[in-house]
């Protein structure tokens, strides 16, 4: 399945903005989805997954009661709503797809959109 992220840009600390996660396939409704985000000189990690139905969640601490991840299976969209934006929160965001039902595991994702650069400054 082919990803496609958008919705990141330049912000001001405090402000919110939403990232959505197209998928090229209705059958991404059967799918876990996750967003990631790499900051510069860091790892990648993971943000936030959802499961098949929508019915199951993670969050990482550093995002939980901010973020919200959702998804449309009818538009085979996930969405990351992000509010009360942070500094710290400045990295590329990339969606991802797992064949399983969710997963809270980068190596069990096997399907990743191109990245979506959001900035938040202070």
């Known amino acids: 399945v082919q990803l496609q992220a958008s919705g990141g840009g330049l912000v001001q600390a405090g402000d919110s903005l939403r990232l959505s996660c197209a998928a090229s396939?209705?059958?991404?409704?059967?799918?876990?989805m996750g967003w990631f985000r790499q900051a510069p000189g860091k790892d990648r990690e993971l943000v936030s997954a959802?499961?098949?139905?929508?019915?199951?969640?993670y969050y990482h601490d550093s995002v939980k009661g901010r973020f919200t991840m959702s998804r449309d299976g009818e538009k085979a969209t996930v969405y990351l709503q992000m509010n009360s934006l942070k500094p710290e929160d400045t990295a590329v965001y990339y969606c991802?797809?797992?064949?399983?039902?969710?997963?809270?595991?980068?190596?069990?994702?096997?399907?990743w959109g191109q990245g979506t650069l959001v900035t938040v400054s202070s």
């Open positions: 396939e209705r059958t991404q409704k059967w799918f876990g």
């Open positions: 991802a797809a797992t064949r399983r039902l969710f997963s809270q595991y980068a190596n069990e994702y096997n399907s």
């Open positions: 959802i499961g098949w139905n929508g019915g199951r969640t």
